[in-house]
């Protein structure tokens, strides 16, 4: 008797590979503060940092459309998490080592960025090529990993200075770095299945002059967007809001952000058979625009974080939604989709929490202004899921072409 391939195994190497790319974006953040202290680099500096850090990952998923496929899978997940695991180790030893403590912080982010950046490419394919059934419901308890793997870094590090102090964050690297380390080993040894059969995955060529492909990367934009907008300021709006400390923002803020965005992965992946995801995405996205309206529009401080925390759920089925129906409505866009919906979710979590200091910045630094502006993402993303539901002529093209 053939033993069966044990799917369940590439499943929790899966699950590691979003925890370790929560680890690389959300790690490096909390010692901003630490890295200005210890090595004297200036905010204006640090503040490159994320910059950089997104700026790799954007550059990887445009290029995993020319190597993945030719390459292979396998090799390329085991990379990444090999990668991400070297970068974590060279921001516990660079900046002791060079003469320049602000150079090897930024050579050890583009390690672990190119680790992150495969992963976001990789990970959902090969979820997606599994046998699994009801693969939207997979999909979003996927991408909830991510989210748990960020409170488990904010909690984790938190209780780890809090204990040991903050000057130790070099042993607590290494850490962290023993996550992506141990699931290279998962990725050698799990099946993984290719998404579709050699030579009948669609051209980049092809796929850019279907006109479905360009709404199908809108929606992914808007995604982005509509989640990095809100998580990435959440902490300076609680601060700014509620008037409390740093540490309290962390966890009032991004923390229960990411939370309730968990939450709500979770939750459609246990009901996806019972749900229409079309409509529960346009639900999510009334949902978001409502959010931004609080947080942007209350006088309540109360009333604007419970905005900014509901956010979280409003956003949480849209990345990983998003994604199952780029599957469905393009089967055979293969490796060379899912790398482009991963660049334009990093575009659209680039550009909007700018947008979002843009506008705060032209309003003297009224941060509720940014985030009523950002409230353009998430009726976009309605507009756009409301075109897709009607299924116009002219997005049907034959995808195949």
Not at 336 to 363: E, I, K, N, W
């Amino acid at each position: 008797m053939t033993k069966q391939p044990n799917y369940r195994k590439t499943l929790i190497a899966c699950y590691l590979g979003f925890i370790t790319q929560a680890i690389s974006a959300n790690f490096a953040p909390l010692l901003f503060l630490t890295f200005k202290n210890t090595y004297g680099i200036q905010l204006e500096k640090i503040a490159m940092i994320p910059m950089v850090f997104y700026l790799t990952q954007l550059i990887i998923d445009f290029a995993a459309t020319k190597f993945v496929d030719r390459i292979g899978y396998r090799i390329c997940v085991v990379i990444s998490q090999v990668v991400s695991a070297a970068g974590l180790v060279l921001l516990a030893f660079l900046p002791m080592l060079l003469p320049s403590p602000f150079i090897g912080i930024l050579i050890a982010v583009v390690f672990y960025a190119m680790g992150s950046g495969l992963v976001e490419v990789l990970v959902s394919p090969i979820v997606e090529a599994c046998p699994f059934e009801n693969k939207e419901g997979m999909m979003s308890l996927l991408h909830s990993f991510y989210c748990w793997g960020a409170v488990g870094v904010i909690l984790g590090s938190t209780l780890f200075f809090a204990v040991f102090g903050v000057n130790n964050w070099q042993i607590l690297t290494l850490i962290w770095a023993l996550v992506p380390l141990y699931n290279a080993v998962n990725f050698i040894t799990c099946p993984i299945e290719r998404l579709v059969e050699d030579g009948q995955g669609m051209r980049v060529s092809s796929l850019v002059r279907l006109p479905l492909f360009w709404l199908l990367i809108l929606l992914m934009v808007c995604s982005g967007a509509s989640e990095a907008s809100m998580a990435q300021w959440a902490s300076a709006f609680t601060e700014s809001a509620m008037g409390v400390s740093k540490t309290i923002g962390d966890l009032a803020g991004p923390c229960l952000f990411a939370a309730l965005m968990g939450i709500s992965r979770v939750f459609y992946s246990k009901m996806s058979e019972k749900l229409d995801l079309m409509k529960t995405m346009l639900g999510c996205g009334g949902l978001c625009v409502c959010c931004y309206l609080l947080a942007s529009l209350s006088s309540s401080p109360i009333i604007g974080l419970a905005g900014c925390a509901l956010c979280g759920v409003s956003v949480g089925i849209m990345w990983p939604g998003s994604i199952s129906i780029s599957s469905q409505k393009c089967p055979t866009g293969g490796t060379a989709m899912f790398a482009f919906l991963a660049l334009a979710g990093d575009v659209g979590g680039t550009v909007g929490p700018s947008m979002v200091g843009l506008f705060s910045g032209m309003a003297d630094g009224n941060l509720k202004v940014g985030l009523l502006a950002a409230a353009i993402f998430p009726v976009v993303l309605i507009i756009g899921l409301a075109i897709l539901k009607k299924q116009v002529k002219w997005l049907a093209n034959d995808s195949a072409n």
